[in-house]
């Protein structure tokens, strides 16, 4: 069948909205991130194994509360719970900056409360994905995911540099006020976003309706390769992030300003990938777009090793900046892939999967303490390589690569059946070759 092109989409004004509310947030998430362990070593003082307990606090609200925030967002209306979530965020922040203001932080205050906030991050990322197939037809979705994570890497690339630069000039008060303010002024988009009603499901007992989105998308023929390559990818990615920086330092000899440089390639590099996104989806077949990321995180991962045998900044530079074009065509296609397939009333249970697949980075980050430990940061990079090559094995062997374009829409769910865990009766066709 010959390759259907998908054309070009004005957006929704109700999805400019979302788009704004959505920069604003990532922004506040990036310099609160930034900004919470600057205070904490600097500010506090406080040694490596606070530092790392606090980062642990951070990063441990995308394992525990996806699949909540999942449950909750096929429950509620999204646009309500993104709000909430932003307001959250916006108190815990409100309290950091208060603490900071009369000096009464502390590090396990600092932890409970950036937890907090994280919380809200992890409930906007699951939720956001989940509506935006409500806002935008499904020719616009690539489009629509493209925006969204041209949004993110902005906010990546700049967010934690503004928070930095405003703890250091100004004290921490005024980059926590900038992080509520960015909240506030996302929870105000959503406000003002007309949502599309929901037909209502009936309630059933939550690890019941947790157990569904699981068996569906665990049963999907192309939901499960993908599920698993996010889980091998997270792993290896942070398997080579945790060395990068003392091995970039003891054996390129870098000092800090050129691994900031370096560093910055991978966000540099996202952003490419995200401007280039909606043309590449128009021009080449959906599967090979959905392939390309594995793959440029493989030829990322290799060109980095290579700097073992070739000590080159400018080389790890460039696997750098692979690791960030290439994976955020992954991030931006199977998004639109898993919006596709999933039935509505399923979105936000399988977007949580998709989110709490980034709890495997911390266990890439032990992995890379126990292997660098003992054998070197070498030695981590090259497990890195194979693990990024046993990702892009994963789903160039899978189904999702053979696909000419976006399935054809799911039926929507009866209200008499609404349990119906087959992928054949609550999916879209699985492939237009």
Do not use: K
């Not at 502390?106 to 409360?113: C, Q």
């Not at 021009?283 to 090793?305: C, D, N, Q, W």
């Not at 266990?363 to 890195?384: K, N, R, S, T």
């Amino acid at each position: 069948m010959p390759r259907t092109p998908l054309p070009r989409t004005p957006m929704p004004r109700a999805f400019t909205r979302l788009a704004a509310a959505n920069l604003a947030a990532q922004s506040a998430e990036q310099i609160a991130l930034a900004a919470i362990p600057i205070v904490a070593v600097l500010g506090l003082g406080v040694g490596e194994g606070e530092a790392g307990l606090l980062q642990t606090a951070l990063t441990l609200p995308f394992l525990v509360a996806a699949i909540p925030a999942g449950l909750l967002a096929d429950r509620l209306p999204r646009r309500g719970l993104m709000a909430t979530a932003e307001l959250v965020r916006a108190a815990a922040l409100a309290v950091i900056l208060l603490l900071a203001a009369t000096g009464q932080a502390s590090w396990p205050l600092l932890a409970g409360l950036g937890f907090l906030s994280a919380c809200g991050t992890v409930v906007f990322s699951v939720a956001g994905p989940a509506l935006v197939p409500a806002l935008v037809p499904p020719a616009g979705l690539g489009a629509a995911n493209a925006r969204i994570e041209l949004a993110r890497t902005v906010a990546f690339a700049g967010g934690p540099a503004l928070g930095g630069a405003l703890v250091g000039w100004t004290g921490a008060a005024p980059a926590f006020g900038v992080a509520v303010a960015l909240s506030l002024a996302a929870a105000l988009a959503l406000a003002g976003l007309a949502e599309p009603a929901r037909p209502a499901a009936p309630r059933r007992h939550p690890a019941r309706e947790i157990r569904e989105g699981a068996a569906f998308a665990f049963r999907h023929p192309l939901l499960r390769p993908v599920l698993a390559t996010q889980i091998v990818f997270n792993t290896a990615f942070f398997l080579l992030l945790a060395v990068f920086v003392p091995y970039a330092a003891r054996h390129l000899h870098s000092d800090a300003a050129g691994i900031g440089v370096i560093l910055g390639l991978y966000g540099f590099g996202m952003m490419v990938g995200a401007l280039l996104a909606p043309a590449i989806l128009r021009r080449l077949r959906f599967g090979t777009v959905v392939g390309i990321g594995p793959l440029a995180g493989f030829a990322a991962s290799a060109t980095v090793a290579l700097t073992i045998l070739v000590p080159s900044p400018a080389l790890a530079g460039l696997g750098l900046f692979l690791l960030g074009a290439g994976p955020i065509l992954w991030v931006i296609s199977t998004t639109t892939l898993r919006q596709a397939v999933t039935p509505a009333d399923l979105l936000g249970r399988v977007s949580g999967l998709s989110v709490m697949t980034q709890g495997a980075r911390p266990l890439g980050a032990a992995l890379a303490a126990l292997v660098g430990g003992l054998a070197g940061a070498e030695a981590c990079l090259v497990l890195a390589v194979l693990a990024f090559g046993l990702q892009a094995l994963m789903i160039w062997t899978s189904p999702a690569v053979r696909l000419a374009a976006l399935p054809a829409g799911p039926p929507q769910p009866s209200p008499a059946s609404p349990s119906s865990l087959s992928p054949s009766s609550r999916s879209r066709q699985p492939c237009r070759m």
